[in-house]
Structure formats: C-alpha cells, structure tokens
C-alpha cells in the first residue's frame, strides 16, 4: 500500500518541550531528529507531516526509523534555525552517530543573525539536551561537548554577517586565483572560518584542491581532526599542510597565522628556504606559482624570525574580521588589554567586561591556587583551566624528564625536580613535543607558555609575568616580541584570567585602570 502524509502520526511520547506547559502544533516551525542505530538526520520545518513523508521516500532518510520532535512556545523560524543548529554541532562532536547533515551538499553557511530574547533561549539548549542524554540518546554531558575540539571548530557554526561576507570575499578570491588576507585579533574565529572557507571551496568547484598549511608549529593537527571527520568527498580535496616543502597537487592555499610565516635568515627556517634564493615562505609559495589567502594577527607576531606580514599585505585585498567569540567580556576585555600593553593608543574609555573573571593576585601561590579552584569547577573529562607563564619567568631544568615522553601522564611528576616553586606548590614547564594539543594531554602541574598557548582556548588562565616589562614615565619598556607573547598569554581565557606581576611599577598601573576605568 501507498504510503500517504496521514501515516505520519506525531506521537506524544517523542515530542520534546524546552518550556513546561507547551501545547504541540505540528504547524508550528519544529525541530526534528530521525536516528537508526548508528545514523542521525537534524533538521527543521514549518511542515512537520509532509518533511516526514518527503524523508520517507529518500533512501537514505528511509533507514532511520526513530523520530523526535523538538517544540518551544515560542516556537519561530530563527529559534528553530537556533535549536537546528546547536543540535547538529554537538551531534558532530561527540561522534556517537554518522550524522547525515554533513555532506557534500552542505553549502549553506549559517547566518546567526539576533534576535528577540536570543541569549534567553539560548539557556533551553541545555534542557533539549538533557531532555535526550536522559532516554540515552546522547551520552556526555552539555559541558563535556563544549570543551570538545570538534566543537569548537565545527563548520556548522554560526557566522556573524562580518564573517559570511569574509567567506564569500575568499571564496571569489579562489574561484578567480587571487591573492588576499585576513586580519583579525584572538578569538574572532579564523581557525574556524578557513575550516568553512575551504569546505565551501570545494562543495562549489569538486574538481579543485585546497590546500591549507598554519605557520604556527602544530597547528596542523587540529586542521587533520576536524577534516578526519568531514564527508570524505569534501575532504579528499583538501591537503593539510606540516610544512611547505611539497605544494604539488595544489590549486589554492589557504594560511593560518600568517604573522608566524618565517624569514630565510632564521634560527628555525625550514631546509627549502636555507637552499634557494627566496628571502621567506611567501616568496617560496609564490616561487612554486601557487595563490594564496593568508589569515593573521599582527599583534601575535613575537618572534623575531617571524616574518613582516604587512609588507605582503598591502598590494592586495585585506578582510578584517571585528567580533572576537573566545571570551565571555566581548571585545571590551580584549581592547582593555591592547591599551594596558599600549598595543594602541590610550583612551579614557570606561569598560565593562561582565561576569568575566579578571583580577591581580599578591601572590604566584594565590593564584595558583585560583586555577586549581576553576579546575575543580571545571571538572569535566577535558577541562582546561592552566597556569601560563613569560618564558623569561624561570629556567627549564626539568627538560630531561620529557625527553620521549609521548604523553604527560608517563611522567612521575612526585620525583622530577622542579621549575616553579609557587609556596608550597612545585610545577614544572610545559612538555616540549605536542604543542598543538599539550592542552588536551597535560597535567595540572605543568606551566604554559606562549607556544603551547597560541591559537587553543583555555577556560580560565593564570599568567605569570616575569621581569622582563616594566612602566616607567608613563611608557611599558618591553621590547615588541616581549609585548605580543603576553598579549597572547592575556587574551586566551573563556571566562577569565588571573594575573601575577612582580614588577611593581607595572602591576600598580594594572591596579589603577581597573580601579578606575571598568564599570
């Protein structure tokens, strides 16, 4: 027999409310979930009957006999697009199902437009949620997917008008082989945005091949997990990138932390630029004919093999990204601390940085014992409350004791000697190798630094400054690279930072912008 759209019942049972009291109206603008076993479909629809019917007939929509129903009383077509899309994002990341949404028709690159009470609803995400962790269809928790590198750089975000308009900028960039970079500051999401850039590249031209290579040491592993978990027909064109040395089978390159590509004459300046006449890695991609995109930060340069990112930049099209999504103070905090380094010019600007956790500790032990505190509240499987600090702080005696370590825990750290003696807290740096993800594998008792920390969200951060900056007659005496590695110690917390100052001078300055200019 033929089906028809009456057989589709909505039974009452599998009909999920985000408010209490809420009267289901299959007319009303739904959020939907078809699941089998080990496959799960996410959509929305103002039609819920003739959706089912529809997928009824797709063969592989057929297979999924389980059907949800997501309702709010409020339900409307942005809220559903909201719902829909927090859905699909931790479904991807914590990788209990196939989730069939992410194919290679996925072009569509939300917008995440506001709307009336969005942030107010955003707290019944949490109760949808739940609603299906308790009837064992998801397993961790709210928290535990948040902190989850597939998640965070999940390509099914929202995008902010400022960033769609960047992505579709690169896109034509690429389909008419041009030069172009991007500029933005920390936490404006160009990790994500070049992840989406090179999907959209790929989904509207399949006969292309997108390369993407980041200039910070490591970061290529991040690029690799979240590509690993895309349609294998979108990913087998995209090459992820240790090093420059082979660029063949490339048609476009895309570059993250362009600020960190390197000069030939350079204490780590890889073997293809110390044998050829090129000056540094952009001459050397230019020399093998390839056009690139390039995404930086000028204020991230601090090395000084990091190559003049500006002198490139200004013969072509320059895309500034505004918003920063990685802390919870909104951009406020992230220009309080451009202002506090004198990054830019001072103004008299007051600032209000919310809930964010932002406060000067007397001591290193205190605010040690703040990160440990923020751990313990932070006690997911994969928590990432960490104490930084300038590489200038201390010595790294302990480098012995990570030779072949391959994970931190092979490491007895009860009978290593130490390089931090915070009171009665011993600490030693960071592991060596692994500086893409020392954040996911380390201990509590290992310190940052600027290099493990570039380019990774922490939950709360503790910084130690060391005696290499100073504030005298009005002026912060540090040399620029000094500078920019505290900036990016400063601007990695997503709900706050705790920082230690020895020096006096520069600590007492700190103390009198906060007293006086954040509301």
Known sequence: MKEKIEDFKIFEENVFFSEENTNFNKDWPLVYILKNKKEMYIGQTGNILLRLFNH?????????????????????????????????????????????????????????????????????????????????????????????????????????????????????NIINKTNCFVQGGAGTGKTLLIIRTAMNAVIKNNDINIGIYSAKHGNHLTFSRIFKNIDIKIRKHIKVLKNLNNLNDIDYLIIDEGQRLRKKYSFSAPWYLKETEVENEIEWIEKNKLKYSIFFDPYQAFNKNDMNIYKYSKD?????????????????????????????????KKFNFGNYDFKIFDTEEDLYKKVLDMEKIDSTNNSKSRLLSSLKYTKWITEKNFTNKKNSKDIDYDNITTDFKLGKYKLVWNKKANYNDWLEKSHISEVGCVHTAQGRDFNYVGVLFADDIDYIDGKVIANKETIYSYYILLTRGIMGHGIYIPNKNLKNRLQKMINERIQ
């Not at 709210?142 to 965070?152: D, H, T």
């Not at 999504?325 to 406020?332: A, H, K, L, V, W």
């Open 56 to 172: 009824a007939k797709n063969n592989e929509k057929a297979n999924l006999k389980e059907k949800y129903i997501i309702a709010h009383k409020y339900a409307n077509k942005s809220l559903s697009y909201l719902i829909e899309s927090d859905l699909i994002n931790r479904a991807f990341a914590e990788g209990k199902y196939k989730i069939l949404n992410i194919k290679m028709q996925s072009n569509v690159v939300l917008f995440g437009h506001d709307f009336y009470k969005k942030d107010e609803y955003r707290k019944d995400l949490v109760k949808i949620w739940n609603n299906f962790r308790k009837i064992g269809i998801f397993k961790k928790t709210y928290e535990e997917i948040e902190n989850k590198e597939l998640f965070k750089y999940s390509p099914w975000k929202e995008f902010d008008e400022n960033q769609v308009y960047v992505i579709n900028e690169i896109n034509k």
């Open 316 to 348: 072509y099209d320059v895309y500034d990204l505004f918003a920063q999504y990685r802390m919870d103070s909104g951009d406020e905090y992230l220009n309080f601390i451009k202002e506090f380094l004198q990054i830019i010019p001072e103004t008299n």
